[in-house]
């Protein structure tokens, strides 16, 4: 299984990101599909995950900015980032749980926003 991860960049505080994360291989059906992110000397943490049947959890941080998506024809994952702050500012990671179990990582997008 292969996570392939895009759309990090620099962006203005306020601005907007949309982040793309698509998996390729062995998938098997992606139970779960979940962004994280980590910044240098802390731990990695959960900024929004989504079900296969839809179903969404969010960061505290992300609540009414951030929107996670999926598209299961293309094993795709996005999540639209508005109104980011520069405490956003991390490497953000793309994750899927198999059902067939399984958890496999993305390499890592920078997404960097400055004040």
């Known amino acids: 299984v292969q996570l392939q991860a895009s759309g990090g960049g620099l962006v203005q505080a306020g601005g907007s990101l949309r982040l793309s994360c698509a998996a390729s291989?062995?998938?098997?059906?992606?139970?779960?599909m979940a962004w994280y992110r980590q910044v240098p000397g802390k731990q990695r943490e959960l900024v929004a995950a989504?079900?296969?049947?839809?179903?969404?959890n969010y960061a505290d941080s992300a609540k009414g900015r951030f929107t996670i998506s999926r598209e299961n024809a293309k094993n795709t994952v996005y999540l639209q980032m508005n109104s980011l702050k520069p405490e956003d500012t991390a490497v953000y990671y793309c994750?899927?749980?198999?059902?067939?179990?399984?958890?496999?990582w993305g390499q890592g997008t920078l997404v960097t926003v400055s004040s």
């Open positions: 994750n899927i749980v198999r059902t067939l179990g399984g958890s496999y």
């Open positions: 291989g062995s998938i098997g059906g992606a139970f779960v």
């Open positions: 989504v079900t296969s049947g839809g179903s969404t």
